[in-house]
């Protein structure tokens, strides 16, 4: 299946990739929703990870045998198969962060916003084409590709 | 500034106008202004501000923010109107009373002397002489650098007929159009490879500037002209066997007659090993090469490099456009170079003090006329071939300045113009929003070199297409008949004197 892939050399850690994901799962994808309107504003689901001048968009890999659908004790986490994308159905999940111990890549975040307990993570965007990340992204640091 | 200074605080050049509206305070425009004139405050009155006083220009937040909320404006405070005194020669005498100091830029000259291929007007074929459809017909864009035989003698072996004359080393090139000198250390390695790849791509070359040649980049040698320059940096056995050729630098179009200067902090791990200085040392190229004070020296040096790489290798000698670059430029042909490049005053330049930019050498396009037109009169104008280089445009100039008699040109500016720069001429402070200009670790992986190789790319394959196209409208089916051929251009709005010099007639004037 196709991943977005990270290109560290070239991420300039502008975090617009961040900002795009945010609008992508707002309500009605707009920016200005997103950003001034919405309550509460979206979490990005994928975080740029800066060392000095390292830097890089840490995606869900989306891993072949995914540590966090092992680790998941609800089932919450899961994949319909090889060639689709972990997601979560974050009315099963009930808070454990089981899974954001598991992932190897720091991919999945906590989401406690006004009051909600959930994990929260990449879902490689199903609405789009190209990843709104990787759309958004003005250095090409991030690809999209089968490898 | 200056304590009791409120003069460079508050005289700003540039506003950034934040419409608030817009804005969603995302800070990406904090992040990417590598002089931090964008600001976020977190106690009230909350939200993203700028310090104008910062402020250079460059446009980055601006192509960035991703509300496209931010307008970068001059600062429309005038002081009152002085046709001497304006703005600018003002706030250049405050800047420099602050500090005592010279006055640094970065780039071409910017001030407003004639520019001549503005006042060239070229020819087009109409009924008696037909002219030609580049999309149907093949046109020849094909150039070869390097001395030419006066006469070929030919002999023949078992019935064959076979070339007698030794042919001079050449250097091919698919468009006529190669990259100036930018070294390493002034541009980041990203921007070098980008530059090489292209070169390698379109079939022309790129010159390494005074830099060295990063060990990474000695794939792409034939692709590679390689300077030595009076530091000498990074000059080696290894340097001058894996290029296509040298060019000998002896002076630069932005700043003729003085030397470089890369501060000792810009010269880490890499740039260290590709100068072969120490880490932290600065990087000082004196004003003249210390061992050229006469044409005899000189031709010591060409052959010295002739005699090192084999005479496989054309040489080139690199000059700028001074008052006396003819005469200068048939020494230098005398002394056995094989290509003769002539930098204008409006060349770029990483850093140059601001005077020096601005008021010393002349303009390329007499230069070259001048030139050209002394080695033709003198007979030794097969002898090397001429790069034209500092201020070309666009692919008009490029044929202006083939018909006036160069072979090829360097291009620089156009390049960097290619990859993002936007001309805010702050490339001295080694801050270059765009990742251009710049070793700093932060700012040099914005320059993506892939995006960079395909933008170069993209430019020199439009520029080629408009070359031919001028040539089909001229009839001309190969650059080589279009060379020197000023019976093609015709000049307007200039006086006698100035069309004596470029050797053209004025628009209106048959054949
Ligand atoms: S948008 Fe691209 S360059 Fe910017 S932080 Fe994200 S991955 Fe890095
Ligand atoms: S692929 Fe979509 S969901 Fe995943 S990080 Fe990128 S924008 Fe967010
Ligand atoms: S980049 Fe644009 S939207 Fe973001 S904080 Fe700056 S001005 Fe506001
Ligand atoms: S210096 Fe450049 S990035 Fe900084 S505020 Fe000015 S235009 Fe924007
Ligand atoms: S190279 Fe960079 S610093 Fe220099 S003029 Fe261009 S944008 Fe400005």
Redesign the interface.
């Known amino acids: 299946m196709k991943r977005v892939y990270p290109k560290e ?8 990739c961040e ?2 994901c945010i609008v992508e799962h707002s309500e009605y994808k707009d ?2 929703w997103a ?2 309107s919405e309550k509460p504003r979206q979490l990005p689901k994928t975080k740029v990870e800066e060392l ?2 390292l830097s890089f968009s840490a995606n869900c890999r989306h891993c072949k045998e995914p540590a966090c659908i092992e680790a998941c004790i609800t089932g919450a986490l899961y994949r319909t198969d090889e060639e689709h994308p972990v997601l979560i159905d974050k009315d099963r999940c009930v808070a454990c962060w089981m899974c954001i111990m598991a992932c190897p890549y720091g991919s999945i975040n906590r989401d406690e916003r006004n009051g909600t307990r959930h994990s929260t993570k990449c879902d490689l965007c199903p609405d789009k084409e190209i990843p709104a990340c990787v759309k ?1 992204c ?4 991030l690809i999209y590709e089968e490898r | 500034m200056a304590v009791g200074d409120t003069r460079s605080s508050n005289f700003f050049d540039f506003i950034v106008d934040r419409d608030t509206e ?1 804005c ?5 425009c904090i ?2 202004c590598p002089y931090d004139a964008n600001i976020h405050r977190t106690v009230e009155p909350k939200g993203v501000v700028s310090d104008f006083a910062k402020c250079t220009g460059c446009h980055r937040c601006e192509a ?1 923010c ?2 496209g909320c931010i307008t970068i404006r001059r600062n429309p405070s005038q002081f009152r109107e002085h046709d001497i005194w304006t703005d600018w020669h003002i706030k250049n005498l405050y800047k420099q009373t602050a500090t005592g100091g010279v006055l640094l830029t970065g780039s071409g000259n910017d001030y407003e002397y004639p520019i001549y291929w503005d006042h060239i007007l070229l020819d087009a074929c109409q009924v008696t002489n037909p002219s030609i459809d580049p999309l149907r017909e093949p046109m020849e864009l094909r150039t070869y650098l390097g001395s030419k035989p006066d006469k070929l003698e030919f002999e023949e072996k078992e019935g064959k007929i076979e070339l007698k004359t030794e042919l001079a080393p050449q250097l091919v090139l698919e468009v006529p159009v190669l990259f100036s000198a930018m070294s390493y250390g002034a541009i980041n390695l990203n921007l070098c490879e980008a530059l090489a790849r292209t070169a390698e791509a379109m079939g022309t070359l790129y010159n390494t500037g005074e830099g060295g040649l990063h060990k990474r980049l000695y794939r792409y040698g034939k692709n590679t002209i390689v300077q030595v320059a009076s530091g000498r940096f990074g000059v080696d056995i290894d340097y001058l066997s894996v290029a296509a050729a040298a060019e000998i630098k002896i002076g630069q179009g932005a700043k003729p007659g003085i030397g470089g200067h890369l501060p000792g902090e810009k010269v880490g791990e890499d740039v260290s090993k590709t100068r072969m200085i120490p880490i932290g040392t600065d990087a000082l190229s004196p004003a003249p090469q210390h061992d050229i004070y006469s044409i005899e020296d000189l031709k010591q040096l060409i052959f010295a490099i002739k005699e090192a790489t084999n005479y496989e290798k054309p040489v080139s000698v690199k000059i700028a456009a001074v008052h006396n670059s003819a005469a200068i430029a048939s020494g230098i042909v005398r002394a056995g170079a094989d290509i003769v490049a002539i930098d204008g005053f409006r060349g770029g330049t990483g850093a140059a003090p601001t005077m020096i930019r601005n008021n010393v050498g002349i303009p390329i396009e007499l230069a070259l006329a001048s030139v050209d037109q002394r080695l033709r009169d003198e007979g030794i104008r097969s002898h090397a071939s001429i790069i034209a280089a500092g201020g070309f445009r666009n692919s008009a100039d490029v044929v202006k300045a083939i018909a006036l008699g160069a072979d090829a040109v360097y291009i620089a500016t156009p390049a960097l113009i290619a990859v993002g720069c936007t001309m805010c001429q702050k490339c001295y402070t080694g801050k270059c929003p765009w ?1 251009i200009t710049t070793n700093d ?2 700012l040099a ?2 320059l ?1 070199p ?2 960079a190789t395909e933008q170069l790319i993209n430019l020199l394959r439009a520029w080629s297409r408009e070359i031919k196209e001028f040539m089909g409208a001229m009839g001309i089916n190969a650059i080589e008949s279009l060379r020197g051929n000023r019976e093609r251009l015709r000049g307007v709005n200039l006086t006698e004197r100035e069309l004596g010099i470029l050797g053209i007639k004025h628009a209106g004037e048959s054949w």
Do not use: H, S
């Open positions: 050399e070239v991420c300039m850690a502008c975090r617009l900002i795009a920016i200005f950003f001034r000095g001048p958004a003005p250095n090409r640091a | 817009r969603i305070e995302c800070l990406v992040q990417q960035i991703p509300t990742g670790p932060y992986k914005r993506n892939d995006i």
